[in-house]
């Protein structure tokens, strides 16, 4: 059961997450606070997993929050619903492109939503709900998303998209900007421009006499001609590169137009998104008709975005290929955080596993156990730790006991995927037997 902590002491606001939680008590555990220190506090040792920020809250202090979540990255778990009173609050909160934000919402937005959101988040749960542990990127993923003609939809895949590809390490943190920005740009052209078919001059005029386009959004989806159109993305996932392909219903568009290098700026009030999605990521590219496009870029390669900021005081250590970090049944119990690289682990002289930045700490059993290293490990490349002495780790989880918990989580984590990696293993094997009888 996922736990869901309503930062809030807006009833409206409260009362919206009780009716909902009663329809989805199987899955999520609710919680109601709204004093600063306590709830930082609670967010340390419980690490909810959705945290509703509620900025209509004048007793709670949001951005401290905020701040506390982003400068720790093992609070990067789940995400965060901001909810806000006006929309000039809620644009100045999208503009910060915060990871940890899936999306912000205005109080009605919210009251109409939320329900909808916890369906969206259950169905999603698999990118939502990580924490970048044991996490197989040797092979490569790959599926698709369907979504109607809704801004919240909009903002709420790429959201979840692209904090999920930064907190498994398969993006950097520049990026992540960047394909932000791309992704919300096309995104966008598949819902104006493509499913309801609103002309480069329609969205200027509108823009001029409104300031904003979201009305005439709004106005255009409930039109019976097309209130049924979809925007598609599918994505493949792997170890060279991220790509995402956008679809619609709409009818198309000369996108060669819009995609060649203009001699001079555009000044217009919109326009330039398809030139600047081109120039966020490595390739982009459209089919004839012009209702799909497929943008790519490199993946991260063994290196961690996850680092938190408490562990950068101590000592950085380098090693070359097929060096030693540790050897079987030496009496030495330092914890190591992988920084950048891949290690391969050796019992009895049988490579076990293969670690990277995903697997985060090398030595952990030896550390907890108080007992002699169960491996040997040789670092594969170039290869970057940070070594951390057992009493300083000690100290650190005296001081932030969330640290304790992660890592408790973590090996539990690891001895479940063994578990089921084993139960796998052995239907195969039983399977192979049974042909053979």
Sequence with gaps: MKKILTISSNEEVMDTVKNALQKFERYFNGEFLWFTPQIINYVNYELPEIKILDYTSEDTDCDTILSTINADPWLHYGGIIAVCETRGKKQTLEELKDSNILCVLTLEEFKQNFERLLKLILANQQFIFHRGMQNDFAGEESGSFSFDNDLLDIHFYSSFLISY????????????????????????????????????????????????????????????????????????????????????????????????????????????????????????????????????????????????????????????????????????????????????????????????PNDMFIGEMAFLLNDRRSATILASGNCRLIKIPKIDFLDMIRKNPHYGIFLSK????????????????????????????
Excluded at 236 to 244: G, K, P
Excluded at 294 to 314: A, D, E, Y
Excluded at 410 to 437: D, G, P, S, V, Y
């Design 165 to 356: 590809l930064y907190n498994t390490n398969k993006i950097s943190s520049v990026d992540r900007f960047n394909l932000q920005i791309a992704l919300s740009e096309l995104l966008n052209n598949a819902l104006e421009h493509g499913n309801l078919e609103i002309s480069y001059e329609e969205k200027s005029k509108w823009m001029e006499e409104n300031g904003e386009i979201v009305s005439l959004i709004e106005q255009k989806r409930h039109d019976p001609k097309f209130s049924n159109r979809k925007i598609g993305i599918s994505y493949i996932l792997n170890q060279d590169f991220c790509s995402f392909t956008i679809s619609d219903d709409g009818n198309g568009f000369d996108w060669r137009k819009y995609t060649q290098k203009q001699a001079e700026e555009s000044t217009e009030l919109h326009g330039r998104g398809i030139q600047l999605s081109g120039e966020m990521v490595g390739t982009l590219s459209y089919n004839d008709k012009g209702n799909k496009v497929t943008l790519k870029i490199k993946s991260q390669k063994n290196s961690s975005n996850n680092i938190p900021g408490v562990m950068r005081t101590f000592e950085t250590v380098t090693f070359k290929d097929r060096e030693v970090i540790c050897r079987e049944n030496e009496p030495t119990n330092d914890l190591y955080f992988i920084v950048a690289g891949k290690y391969a682990v050796y019992s009895g002289r049988k490579l076990v596993s293969v670690l990277t």
């Design 410 to 437: 973590m090996l539990a984590q690891r001895l479940f995927n063994q578990t089921h990696k084993t139960i796998e293993l052995q239907k195969l094997i039983n399977e192979e037997k049974n042909k053979c009888l």
